[in-house]
């Protein structure tokens, strides 16, 4: 059964970070939507700057820039005929180990067995990734994490759909929930509806969406299977401050 990923978003206050993958309604797109959320103020002073391929996240005011560590990072980056999607420096890894073609087909895989859950316990925080066939629409979404918040167990997930259903997309977010310590996401992701192809329209109903206290910034990409051209929509809750 799909859920309605707005109105989830709507009734859960704090997913954290948010990745959804999926195939527009008339299966020529693939959409990607990724957001950020904080409940503190290192985690809210951050905004979505765009790079050649993706975008990074950077200080919204770097004077108030306490600990960069977790929260700088490239989010998204874009590989050959592939884009990279995760919620931490993951996605250079994942970049890096696609580069040196060491594991042809596998090297999201592969980049991700070197890798492990946040060190910010008690949360131990999920890492969450994904990567887009931008030929064929296909995509795999991963998760690391914790069992059951043991810092001494990882456990890694690969979820793999390389024939997507046109209007449909899965969706994986770090966290359950709100909470202390904020429970790690469980089970597969969540089998959503996409209804858009119109990256501004689907990144507005998402952002509308978002608990309004929690939300920090939204990135969403629509690519045409067709010439793997894509555009890309960025929505920041903060404005820069200039140092």
Same mark, same amino acid.
């Given at each position: 059964?799909? &859920?309605?990923?707005?109105?989830?978003?709507?009734? #859960?206050?704090?997913?954290?970070?948010?990745?959804?993958?999926? =195939?527009?309604?008339?299966?020529?797109?693939?959409?990607? $939507?990724?957001?950020?959320? $904080?409940?503190?103020?290192?985690?809210?002073?951050?905004?979505?700057?765009?790079?050649?391929?993706? =975008?990074?996240?950077?200080?919204?005011?770097?004077?108030?820039?306490?600990?960069?560590?977790?929260?700088?990072?490239?989010?998204?980056?874009?590989?050959?005929?592939?884009?990279?999607?995760?919620?931490?420096?993951?996605?250079? &890894?994942?970049?890096?180990?696609?580069?040196? #073609?060491?594991?042809? $087909?596998?090297?999201?895989?592969?980049?991700?067995?070197?890798?492990?859950?946040?060190?910010?316990?008690?949360?131990?925080?999920?890492?969450?990734?994904?990567?887009?066939?931008?030929?064929?629409?296909?995509?795999?979404?991963?998760?690391?994490?914790?069992?059951?918040?043991?810092?001494?167990?990882?456990?890694?997930?690969?979820?793999?759909?390389?024939?997507?259903?046109?209007?449909?997309?899965?969706?994986?977010?770090?966290?359950?929930?709100?909470?202390?310590?904020?429970?790690?996401?469980?089970?597969?992701?969540?089998?959503?509806?996409?209804?858009?192809?119109?990256?501004?329209?689907?990144?507005?109903?998402?952002?509308?969406?978002?608990?309004?206290?929690?939300?920090?910034?939204?990135?969403?990409?629509? =690519?045409?299977?067709?010439?793997?051209?894509?555009?890309?929509? =960025?929505?920041?809750?903060?404005?820069?401050?200039?140092?």
């Amino acid at each position: 059964m799909k &859920t309605n990923l707005y109105e989830f978003l709507a009734a #859960n206050e704090y997913p954290g970070r948010g990745i959804c993958l999926g =195939i527009a309604p008339n299966s020529n797109k693939a959409m990607i $939507g990724y957001f950020i959320m $904080g409940r503190s103020t290192n985690s809210r002073n951050r905004v979505f700057d765009p790079i050649a391929g993706g =975008i990074r996240t950077m200080a919204a005011d770097p004077s108030k820039m306490t600990d960069p560590h977790l929260i700088i990072y490239n989010p998204v980056l874009t590989f050959d005929k592939t884009t990279i999607v995760t919620n931490g420096d993951q996605t250079n &890894t994942i970049y890096d180990f696609m580069a040196r #073609n060491e594991f042809p $087909g596998f090297g999201f895989e592969a980049a991700l067995n070197t890798r492990t859950f946040e060190d910010d316990g008690p949360n131990w925080t999920p890492r969450i990734s994904g990567v887009v066939n931008m030929k064929t629409g296909g995509y795999k979404l991963s998760i690391l994490k914790s069992c059951d918040g043991n810092e001494k167990s990882v456990q890694r997930f690969t979820f793999d759909y390389p024939e997507p259903v046109a209007g449909e997309g899965h969706f994986i977010s770090t966290y359950k929930c709100n909470g202390t310590p904020i429970p790690s996401f469980e089970g597969e992701p969540m089998r959503v509806t996409v209804d858009e192809e119109d990256p501004d329209k689907y990144a507005a109903k998402l952002w509308k969406a978002l608990n309004e206290d929690n939300k920090v910034s939204l990135f969403v990409r629509a =690519i045409d299977l067709a010439t793997q051209m894509w555009k890309d929509v =960025i929505i920041n809750k903060y404005k820069t401050v200039e140092g």
